[in-house]
C-alpha cells in the first residue's frame, strides 16, 4: 500500500477568507475520482486552505486498491462513517465536499454528506462523476433531492450538465456548476522519448501506442485490439507496441483476445503500474488511445494527462471526450465500437506532424493549479451561515 502525500499547508486564501475544507472522495491506487479527490485536495493545500481527507475506502493516509475493502465496509465509511467523522471533526471546518461517482452506492455519499451538513449546519459541495443517461433516469428523483439540498452541484463537463437538466433537474440550473478535471503539470510534461522507453526497456525502433484505464467492459480495450490486428494487416507495422496500461476484471478476456489474433508480440497488458510510470509510458508514445463506448466517460483525466506530455488523442466520441478534443489539432475522434475506424485514425495519427505547443497550450487550462482557483471561489462565495 502506497502512503498518500498531502501538502503540509494551512491557513488563508489568497483572498483572505479562511476556507476551511471536509474533503470526503474515494483515495485509492487507481481510478479518476481517487485522482480528482487526491490532487484538488492537495492544490487547494497550496492556496492556503485547510483541507482534511476523508476516504470513502477507510484509511485517508493510504492509497488502497477498492478490492482491499469488503462492500458493507465501503458502503458503512459512505454513509454512518462519514456523518461520525463530520461529527467528530465539526470544529476544524466549514464545508463537506462529496466527490461522488456511480452507481447508487457511490452516489449514497452525496446524501450521508448533505445530511451531515444540515445537522452540523455546514455547508455542502457534491462533485459529480458520472455520465450514463440510465443512471440519470432511473434515479433522477434522488440526484434531484441532492441537487435541492446542497448549496452547489459541481460537474465535469457541460454534456453531464445537459443530462441533468434533462433528466434531473431543469428547475435548479443556478445551483448546477460546470467545472472540469485537472491534471498535475508537474508529473504529466514532455520528457524524451528515447529517455523513457529506456527506463521501460521498450526497444527503441519501435512505434508505440498507449491506452491507460481500468480494464473494464465499456473501456472499449476489445474494439483496440481489433484495431491494432486491422493495423499490422493493412500497413505492415511490424515494429507497432500498443500497451494497454491497466488492471480489472476483463484481463483474462483480453489476453484471450490477443492469443485469438496472434499479437502476443504487438499487444502487451501491463498490469497495474507505479502512478510515477504513466508519464514515461506517455512519453514513450506516439499517442494515446482511448476507445471507451459511448456514456463510458464523464471526463476522462488520462486524455488531458497525455495532452499534458505533449501527445495527442485518439478517442471515440464516448460523451466526455468531444469537450476534450475540440479540434484536430489536439486529437482525433472516432465512432465508438468501430474497430475499423479506429484502425484508420490512428493510422492518420502515426503519420501526422502534430504541433506539441499547440498542444500543451490547449491542456494548460486543466492544470490543477487553475481548477483548483474555480473550487476555491465557489468556497469563498458561498454565504457564511
Known amino acids: 500500500m502506497d502512503d498518500v502525500s498531502f501538502v503540509n499547508v494551512s491557513g488563508k486564501s489568497r483572498d483572505g477568507k479562511m476556507t476551511r475544507v471536509l474533503m470526503c472522495g474515494p483515495i485509492a491506487k487507481a481510478g479518476g475520482v481517487s485522482a480528482h479527490t487526491i490532487n484538488l485536495t492537495n492544490s487547494l493545500l497550496r492556496t492556503g486552505s485547510t483541507v482534511i481527507p476523508y476516504s470513502f475506502l477507510g484509511d485517508s493516509k493510504k492509497e488502497l486498491e477498492p478490492s482491499e475493502v469488503n462492500g458493507f465496509r465501503k458502503t458503512y465509511y459512505r454513509t454512518l462513517g462519514l456523518i461520525i467523522e463530520s461529527y467528530k471533526k465539526r470544529s476544524e471546518y466549514d464545508i463537506i465536499h462529496i466527490q461522488t461517482s456511480g452507481g447508487i452506492f457511490s452516489f449514497i455519499s452525496s446524501i450521508s454528506g448533505i445530511a451531515a451538513a444540515k445537522m452540523l449546519k455546514k455547508h455542502s459541495v457534491v462533485t459529480f462523476h458520472f ?100 493495423l499490422k494487416q493493412k500497413f505492415q507495422l511490424d515494429n507497432l507496441l500498443c500497451y494497454i496500461v491497466g488492471n480489472g476484471p476483463s484481463y483474462n478476456e483480453l489476453e484471450s483476445l490477443i492469443k485469438e489474433y496472434s499479437l502476443e508480440d504487438s499487444v502487451i497488458l501491463t498490469g497495474r503500474v507505479k502512478w510515477d510510470d504513466l508519464p514515461l509510458y506517455l512519453n514513450s508514445s506516439e499517442t494515446l488511445i482511448f476507445p471507451s463506448f459511448l456514456d463510458g466517460e464523464s471526463f476522462g483525466i488520462v486524455q488531458i494527462e497525455a495532452m499534458g506530455c505533449g501527445k495527442p488523442v485518439v478517442a471515440t466520441r464516448n460523451g466526455g471526450s468531444e469537450e476534450v478534443v475540440i479540434s484536430d489539432d489536439y486529437g482525433l475522434l472516432v465512432e465508438p465500437g468501430d474497430s475499423q475506424d479506429l484502425a484508420e485514425k490512428i493510422g492518420i495519427a502515426l503519420d501526422k506532424k502534430w504541433d506539441q505547443e499547440k498542444i500543451l497550450s490547449h491542456v494548460q487550462q486543466y492544470q490543477w493549479e487553475n481548477i483548483a482557483k474555480q473550487i476555491q471561489h465557489i468556497y469563498t462565495s458561498t454565504p457564511r451561515k
Open 131 to 230: 455520465s450514463w443517461i440510465d443512471f440519470y433516469k432511473r434515479y433522477h428523483g434522488i440526484i434531484s433531492f441532492v441537487i435541492q439540498n446542497c448549496d452547489t452541484f459541481v460537474t465535469v463537463s457541460e454534456r453531464n450538465k445537459r443530462l441533468l437538466l434533462d433528466y434531473v433537474a431543469d428547475n435548479c440550473a443556478s445551483r448546477i456548476k460546470v467545472i472540469p478535471n485537472g491534471y498535475d503539470d508537474s508529473l504529466f510534461k514532455p520528457l524524451l522519448k528515447e529517455d523513457s522507453k529506456k527506463k521501460l526497456q521498450i526497444p527503441s525502433e519501435s512505434i508505440v501506442i498507449v491506452s491507460i484505464g481500468n480494464l473494464l467492459p465499456h473501456k472499449g480495450h476489445k474494439n483496440l485490439i481489433e484495431a491494432v490486428s486491422i
